[in-house]
């Protein structure tokens, strides 16, 4: 009993006296403050139909990017490769506009809203009234995608490569010096079988001779159709054109697609009497992950991380460092 009482002495003195001793000498004690939470990255958006320049949480504007980018009917795998995708992209640019400076359509912001320049984007307000009843639903699924994903990029080397993407390819995805030029080794053509799947696969174009003829002549100087309507025809490995002889001038496969506003590069024509036919496989530039090959993939039971590895070549998937982020 006696040992108990001292025990319980010591106790209190180590709990009570000990602090009241300590205040006394050193003054008022304070408990450490908690650590508040980094504040969210934000970047500036120039958003074109509105030509304004705003400040947005970046991870918000990824979301937005990819509402647009891809149905949120998707697989969850198939989103978060173009969650790391899109981030990959943003993170590329803004890498390249430090040394280079932002371009002038940007107005003085990190990125636009133009599709044609940047990436495709539409607010989450716009967004969900265009979802209706299954906007809780969508929004939920790709801000899970983003979030899940946070801060995971595409390097090669070391550096955050240029991610682009394609709605649907030809069945092969397109080496990217065959469409800009220049050679990254890791945006070169690689086999797209779930293609075949995507509603966008192929599609139809018919115009008159007539039509045909006057549409290059406003776009194509120099064309003369006395002799020849199409020549020549150049193809990428993937099938897409690289050059074209319309009226005697050869002209790049993507002005081509330009100026008779076809979805890709990949196109079969004929002549036939008084009409030109356009028989046109994928859509889009067709460089990098096809969208609805991802998507395609990942029914398949690949994840995201697989899905980035094969349209990606030689790449691997980090985490940003703080610095960067």
Known sequence: MKKILIIMVISIFITAIIPIILLIKYGKYEAP???????????????????????????????????AEMPATFSEEALKAQAVAARSYLESRKNAYKISGTPNVHKGADVCT??????????????????????????????????????????????????????????????????????????????????????KYKSEKELSLSEFCEIAKNNIKGVDFTKEIIGKITRS?????????????TIKGTKLREIYGLRSTNAEIKVDKDKVKFDVKGYGHGVGMSQYGANYLASKGKDYKEILKTYYKGVDITKLKKEEN
């Open 237 to 249: 490995d993937a099938g897409g054109i690289l050059t074209i002889s319309i009226g005697k001038v």
């Open 114 to 199: 133009d599709f044609t320049h940047c990436k495709a984007w539409v607010s989450e307000e716009n967004r969900r009234s265009s979802w209706g009843k299954d906007a809780d639903k969508f929004w939920e699924k790709i801000s899970k995608a983003v979030d899940e994903t946070d801060g995971e990029v595409i390097t090669y080397n070391g550096e955050v490569i240029s991610a682009v993407f394609h709605s649907t390819s030809s069945g092969k995805t397109e080496n990217s010096k065959d469409v800009w030029g220049g050679d990254r080794p890791y945006l070169v053509s690689v086999d797209s079988p779930g293609d075949k799947v995507s509603p």
């Open 33 to 67: 403050k908690p650590e508040e939470p980094e504040a969210e990255e934000t970047i500036s958006v120039y958003i074109k139909n509105e030509d304004k320049v705003v400040n947005m949480k970046k991870n918000q504007y990824l979301k937005e990017v990819v509402s």
